[in-house]
């Protein structure tokens, strides 16, 4: 950051974004608790759309991870297994029951993301009044910000990291 002026004028400019990007992504912390359910569906995008019933539910949510990113910033040929971020006070049985799922120890094709500080939740939108282009096909849900995405996947396994990297281009190009 660079420091202008000096007493009641001063002010900070962020000289470089990206690397600021990637403070935050590397003192990022595992959400607390993981739930991992199975949901029975055809296909990833339909797990997707099922996740829209998840707009039922009484605490916020909002699709995280490689799924957010990979919305965000097409780039993996199919959709992921997604991954939400769930208010901590709300139990993971309730996602289970709205999107007829059930919790594994193994076979899961969503996951639960749940901290007590519920800070990938503040600034989550809406995917139909997104302040970013998405494409037509993305069903209505609640979304992590862009920046939130990118550092949830930029340390992940896979192709995450290729996701991460177009996503963050795309950040910074617009």
């Given at each position: 950051?660079?420091?202008?002026?000096?007493g009641?004028?001063?002010?900070?400019?962020?000289?470089?974004?990206?690397?600021?990007?990637?403070?935050?992504?590397?003192?990022?912390?595992?959400?607390?608790?993981?739930?991992?359910?199975?949901?029975?569906?055809?296909?990833?995008?339909?797990?997707?759309?099922?996740?829209?019933?998840?707009?039922?539910?009484?605490?916020?949510?909002?699709?995280?991870?490689?799924?957010?990113?990979?919305?965000?910033?097409?780039?993996?040929?199919?959709?992921?297994?997604?991954?939400?971020?769930?208010?901590?006070?709300v139990?993971?049985?309730?996602?289970?029951?709205?999107?007829?799922?059930?919790?594994?120890?193994?076979?899961?094709?969503?996951?639960?993301?749940?901290?007590?500080?519920?800070?990938?939740?503040?600034?989550?939108?809406?995917?139909?009044?997104?302040?970013?282009?998405?494409?037509?096909?993305?069903?209505?849900?609640?979304?992590?910000?862009?920046?939130?995405?990118?550092?949830?996947?930029?340390?992940?396994?896979?192709?995450?990291?290729?996701?991460?990297?177009?996503?963050?281009?795309?950040?910074?190009?617009?």
């Amino acid at each position: 950051m660079d420091v202008f002026e000096t007493g009641p004028n001063r002010y900070w400019h962020v000289q470089d974004a990206g690397a600021l990007l990637d403070l935050w992504a590397g003192e990022e912390k595992r959400p607390e608790r993981i739930t991992n359910l199975y949901v029975w569906s055809r296909s990833p995008h339909e797990l997707l759309e099922k996740l829209s019933d998840l707009n039922r539910l009484k605490g916020e949510w909002a699709l995280g991870g490689v799924a957010a990113a990979n919305i965000y910033a097409p780039t993996l040929t199919t959709e992921v297994n997604p991954a939400i971020w769930l208010d901590a006070r709300v139990p993971a049985q309730e996602v289970a029951a709205i999107v007829g799922g059930e919790i594994v120890e193994k076979g899961a094709n969503l996951q639960v993301w749940q901290s007590a500080d519920n800070v990938p939740l503040l600034h989550a939108w809406d995917s139909a009044r997104a302040n970013w282009p998405l494409p037509k096909t993305t069903p209505d849900l609640r979304i992590v910000t862009p920046s939130r995405a990118y550092i949830e996947t930029i340390n992940s396994a896979g192709r995450a990291p290729e996701a991460a990297q177009n996503l963050r281009e795309r950040i910074f190009s617009s």
